[in-house]
């Protein structure tokens, strides 16, 4: 008896929180848009996805629909991503192999914002920043809209938020990328007028008023949410001191409250009067000119709010920023540990050459050709051989990271053997050594079982094959010996 009396007490103070937190931002809108609002919220939130362009297609999206029994919407302001319609037959869009592949991610739409806001060229390589990157879901957007010739930086302050941003990038397939565990607040003296973008989705109080798996409602008070709001203000301010002149700054939050929102862009443009401007998005969000209590520079309003009832997402918040004018900046010195310490070491030409020859003779695999045009280099660590960014090395050799580039494979005693990140981010360049699983092994073979002895293989057959299934799609490595196939398949995608 006492426990449920105590599991209804939570479910009142819960609910009666949820109605406060409502009731804050009450005086921001019309009575008539609130009662859109209230409405809004009530309904369920759409699954949305942003589709990997470096591994697919927008049209083989689109063939979702039928393998799937999917009805696919394009989302109202990023051209990658969808809504999901999806009825009680349909396979969930998080337990597809393309899912599982890194085809796509799941995102909620109004997260898709910040990077869409940045003006960027897929053909131009640029040096890019997400200040508070895990889990890595807008890092992985920027990669994307940076065609993964950007060498971008993924930093986060928490050690222990690392590991599933490094898993997210993996299963990405990105190669020009590098992550890092810094206070954002150090990039603006570390590295003053070096970025091209820059973005910081700050940490803030996510009352963004739609629950969703990242984001519970929850009790946020004024002393919390001014102390995020200094902040917030700070890792700004030091995006703006990393970016170059004529560099862009997308500030975004997933929290409707004004203080973490439009009062940190005004304390930043009365900060850097002449030298931060706010770019025009020609989103129907405007930001606030007041929150009843102080009224902002009227710039604010080119800012981005979206109430969950606009665009049935979501509360979000964005701004990009313009950086027309120096600022002071106190230079000091970034942490430095020389790359020969960690154990990494530039390949030997002749061994480059080596591994050249044996990807093309076995698959039939252009590596020259993918570490030319991404202006990748060959690394090793052990047996272990990873493409990195080739400014990466140029340039930032010295500063400490915890991960970067992509594996590329490992040198076994039978040889070298490709990673399933490096084959799943390049499968369409491999056209040597594929076997098909049959539609009625595809499950047992996907549960991380071995096949039985395969049919139609030569007596001798041995090494790595790559697996596909009757429609031509990777479902990873397979290891032939003696007429098996032993499954390769990453733990983590069993």
């Known amino acids: 008896m006492k426990r449920k009396r105590k599991e209804a ?34 309904l369920p939130l759409a699954t949305t996805f942003r589709f990997n362009p470096l591994k697919t297609t927008r049209e083989a999206i689109l063939r979702l629909e039928k393998r799937y029994n999917w009805r696919l919407e394009p989302s109202s302001f990023c051209p990658t991503g969808f809504r999901v319609d999806a009825g009680e037959s349909s396979m969930p869009a998080s337990q597809t192999l393309e899912h599982k592949m890194g085809h796509y991610y799941i995102q909620e739409e109004a997260s898709m914002l ?10 131009a390589p640029e040096l890019c920043l997400d200040m508070a990157a895990s889990p890595g ?45 810094f206070p954002g ?36 008070t004024d002393k919390e949410i001014s102390s995020l709001a200094k902040r917030q203000v700070a890792l700004l301010t030091s995006a703006l001191q ?22 940190v862009i005004d304390a930043i443009l009365g900060r850097f009067t002449g030298a931060v401007e706010i770019v025009k998005t020609g989103i129907a969000a405007p930001g606030l000119l007041s929150d009843g209590r102080r009224k902002f520079d009227p710039e604010v309003q080119n800012a981005v709010r979206l109430w969950p009832n606009r665009l049935h997402t979501a509360g979000f918040f964005a701004c990009l920023l313009r950086k027309t004018g120096e600022l002071e900046v106190r230079h000091t010195a970034a942490p430095s540990r020389p790359l020969e310490r960690t154990g990494f070491a530039p390949l030997r030409v002749k061994d480059c050459r080596r591994l050249i020859d044996d990807l093309l003779d076995t698959y039939q695999f252009e590596l020259a050709e993918v570490l030319e045009r991404y202006r990748l280099v060959l690394v090793s660590y052990g047996q272990k051989i ?21 594996l590329v494979g490992e040198e076994k005693v039978e040889g070298f053997v490709p990673a399933h990140e490096w084959i799943s981010r390049f499968f369409d360049g491999f056209a040597g050594k594929k076997i098909v699983v049959q539609d009625d092994q595809f499950d047992a073979w996907m549960r991380g079982e071995d096949l039985a002895p395969a049919a139609n293989l030569p007596s001798k057959a041995e090494g790595i094959v790559l697996m596909i299934d009757t429609s031509g799609r990777f479902l ?17 995608l069993v």
């Open 9 to 42: 007490q939570v479910e009142i103070s819960a609910a009666a929180w949820e109605e406060r937190s409502l009731e804050r931002f009450k005086p921001l809108l019309s009575v008539e848009e609130f009662t859109h609002l209230v409405e809004e919220i009530k």
């Open 386 to 406: 990873y493409a990195f960014s080739e400014r990466l090395i140029e340039d930032f050799a010295s500063l400490p990271v915890q991960s970067a580039g992509l």
């Open 114 to 123: 910040p990077v869409e806001l940045f003006t960027m060229d897929a053909g």
């Open 185 to 220: 607040e150090s990039f603006g003296s570390w590295f003053p007028n070096l970025f091209d973008r820059v973005l910081i989705d700050a940490p803030c109080s996510m009352q963004g008023l739609r629950t969703t798996e990242t984001h519970d409602v929850r009790p946020v």
């Open 242 to 263: 990393a970016v170059k002149l004529g560099g862009e700054v997308v500030y975004s939050t997933c929290t409707l409250v004004p203080d973490e929102d439009e009062a």
């Open 476 to 492: 990873g490595r397979g290891k032939l010996s003696g007429g098996r196939i032993k499954n390769l398949l990453p733990h983590r």
């Open 137 to 181: 879901g807008k890092t992985t957007h920027l990669i994307s809209r940076g065609g993964d010739r950007s060498l971008v930086f993924a930093n986060d302050s928490s050690a222990g938020r690392i590991q599933a941003l490094r898993i997210v990038l993996q299963n990405w397939g990105a190669t020009n990328c590098a992550v890092t565990q």
